[in-house]
């Protein structure tokens, strides 16, 4: 018998991909300018011309052999010592290549990460709205999810309800700012209780508790917004990384785990992540994709375009009556259904030809996703459709 739960699976894809191969139906019989697809998170503005002037120099000027063979299992030395230095640079933390480890994108990150830290049993906190392949990967890796609703108000952490969940099988909390789906970023005030809170549980409980950081969207944030680097307040914390969005690389899957140095056993958490990405078969990532991101560090794409997105869509429909928390990075505006049951008003847009993706599955009920990184053109197109579908709840 083949694994009925991979079965599953395989037989039923997230939410947010059934919209968009729904979309593609639809663009092939109406046309692409036609429909207003905001279901998936695919960056619509290229990549910073270095990332192809990187591409293109290592073809041209290395040698095949190496550009297309091997590197080390945890990724090329000098790949992951000019990512040390550049986080070095930037946080201070005393990163070393020997606490970093390439990988095939954030879900390999996070599917590495938990997979090195979960026994059978252990419990991770997510906190809702919160990325719906979080679940996926925690019970694949042994774990056993517990959701903590964030702030409606706000969004920030809800640390009633956070502590109140806390116990002695707790291994790990999930942090995922920017967010997807809302694009709020957790404050430095909320990391510092935080940290402070799980430090006290730690003792309490005689444990140890894993912050695990998922920041694909660190760089794109809006104006004066500073997005706190969790290991300078937190010591038992993993960072999983991911260029798909900051360099506008979603199909390349390459990033990285950072270990902290300042987790009291570095080391030997980092043999683990190693260990997990030999179980899993995430050795060596791709070698021509490490070497071009080396060369890239520090680089963003236009993140002016997204804010531009943002703000006219925002603007347009908090004027027309939606509710909506206002995004400060990433590309995801998290909107208030018109109506209790979010997957209804999905819908009901259907018939203006606006996809977009109900909250549900991201643990919040009551609202939907509206990933806008898209062409500016789509959302000054569907902006009538949005009118229309709110009017008709009047």
């Known amino acids: 018998m083949i694994n009925e739960k991979m079965l599953g699976l395989g037989n039923k894809r997230s939410v947010i991909r059934e919209i968009f191969e729904y979309g593609n139906k639809r663009r092939a019989e109406i046309g692409n300018e036609n429909?207003?697809?905001?279901?998936l998170g695919n960056p619509s503005i290229p990549a910073p011309e270095k990332v192809s002037e990187a591409l293109l120099d290592l073809v041209q000027n290395t040698d095949a052999t190496k550009l297309h063979g091997y590197t080390s299992a945890q990724g090329d030395l000098g790949v992951r010592t000019a990512i040390a230095d550049s986080i070095n640079g930037r946080f201070g933390i005393g990163a070393t290549p020997n606490l970093l480890y390439m990988t095939c994108g954030a879900a390999a990150s996070l599917t590495i990460s938990l997979t090195a830290i979960l026994n059978e049993g252990d419990e991770v906190i997510v906190l809702a709205p919160f990325f719906p392949e979080y679940t996926v990967f925690i019970e694949k890796a042994g774990g056993k999810v517990r959701v903590v609703k964030c702030r409606e108000e706000d969004f920030q952490i809800d640390f009633t309800a956070l502590e109140s969940t806390i116990n002695d099988k707790t291994k790990a909390i999930i942090i995922n700012s920017p967010n997807n789906p809302s694009g709020v970023v957790l404050s430095t005030e909320t990391i510092k209780k935080l940290s402070k809170l799980l430090n006290e549980k730690q003792v309490e409980l005689g444990t140890e508790i894993f912050v695990i950081a998922d920041e694909p969207y660190r760089e794109l944030v809006y104006g004066d917004v500073v997005v706190p680097y969790i290991p300078n307040y937190y010591n038992n914390t993993i960072v999983c990384y991911s260029y798909s969005k900051s360099l506008?690389?979603?199909?390349e899957r390459i990033g990285y785990i950072f270990v902290s140095p300042k987790i009291a056993n570095c080391g030997e958490v980092y043999a683990a992540v190693c260990g997990a990405g030999r179980a899993l078969g995430f050795v060596c990532a791709p070698s021509l994709l490490q070497y071009s991101v080396?060369?890239?560090?520090?680089?963003?794409?236009?993140?002016?375009?997204?804010?531009?997105?943002?703000d006219l869509l925002y603007n347009a429909l908090t004027e027309y009556g939606y509710t909506a928390a206002?995004?400060?990075?990433?590309?995801?505006?998290?909107?208030?259904?018109?109506?209790?049951?979010?997957?209804?008003?999905c819908e009901?847009?259907?018939?203006?030809?606006?996809?977009?993706?109900?909250?549900?599955?991201?643990?919040?009920?009551?609202?939907?996703?509206?990933?806008y990184c898209v062409a500016y053109d789509t959302i000054k197109n569907s902006l009538a459709g949005f009118k229309r579908l709110i009017e008709n709840y009047r």
């Open 348 to 371: 009901k847009a259907k018939s203006e030809e606006i996809l977009i993706v109900p909250g549900d599955d991201f643990g919040y009920k009551g609202y939907v996703r509206i990933s």
């Open 35 to 39: 429909v207003y697809d905001f279901s």
């Open 294 to 310: 080396a060369r890239c560090q520090g680089l963003t794409g236009d993140i002016e375009a997204y804010k531009k997105n943002r």
């Open 326 to 345: 206002k995004p400060d990075g990433a590309f995801y505006l998290f909107v208030k259904s018109p109506e209790a049951d979010a997957n209804t008003f």
């Open 248 to 251: 506008s690389l979603p199909g």
